[in-house]
């Protein structure tokens, strides 16, 4: 992967996003160990100590997928509030996976099944939990 920016992660999201990929079957592998990939390398950070300009779980994000030159606006959530959620996306979907973490303004390259690879940046946080002293979601 060509590009790959520092991540901070919500302590609460990575305990949560651990369970998941402890317990992801076999069509969630690939996702799985892309995001234990981004755990391990991200910063753990107390709910209160996130900076507001950090995507986490139950955020809502405009970025911009720059390979299709398609701007979206998506809430992140885990995979059982998928179908409650109007404009979810989901943590264990691929481009789901590449948010997580990230800062307005970062650019990451990140696989896609099939062997494509998309590029994100995202554009803004336009509600974020920590933000609003929500820290037990």
Same mark, same amino acid.
């Given at each position: 992967?060509?590009?790959?920016?520092? !991540?901070? !992660?919500?302590? $609460?999201?990575?305990?949560?996003?651990?369970?998941?990929?402890?317990?992801?079957?076999?069509?969630?592998?690939?996702?799985?160990?892309?995001?234990?990939?981004? $755990?391990?390398?991200?910063?753990?950070?107390?709910?209160?100590?996130?900076?507001?300009?950090?995507?986490?779980?139950?955020?809502?994000?405009?970025?911009?997928? $720059?390979?299709?030159?398609?701007?979206?606006?998506?809430?992140?959530?885990?995979?059982?509030?998928?179908?409650?959620?109007?404009?979810?996306?989901?943590?264990?979907?691929?481009?789901?996976?590449?948010?997580?973490?990230?800062?307005?303004?970062?650019? !990451?390259?990140?696989?896609?099944?099939?062997?494509?690879?998309?590029?994100?940046? !995202?554009?803004?946080?336009?509600?974020?939990?920590?933000?609003?002293?929500?820290?037990?979601?």
């Amino acid at each position: 992967m060509s590009s790959r920016p520092p !991540i901070i !992660i919500n302590r $609460l999201d990575a305990e949560r996003l651990q369970r998941l990929i402890d317990e992801a079957g076999d069509k969630d592998l690939a996702v799985a160990e892309l995001l234990e990939e981004e $755990l391990e390398r991200g910063e753990v950070l107390d709910p209160e100590d996130m900076p507001e300009n950090v995507v986490s779980m139950n955020s809502r994000v405009q970025f911009t997928d $720059l390979t299709r030159n398609r701007q979206m606006i998506r809430t992140l959530v885990y995979p059982h509030a998928l179908a409650g959620t109007e404009d979810g996306i989901s943590v264990m979907a691929p481009v789901g996976a590449g948010l997580i973490g990230l800062r307005i303004g970062d650019i !990451i390259d990140w696989p896609l099944p099939g062997g494509g690879e998309a590029r994100l940046r !995202i554009d803004a946080i336009l509600w974020q939990p920590e933000r609003e002293q929500q820290f037990h979601r």
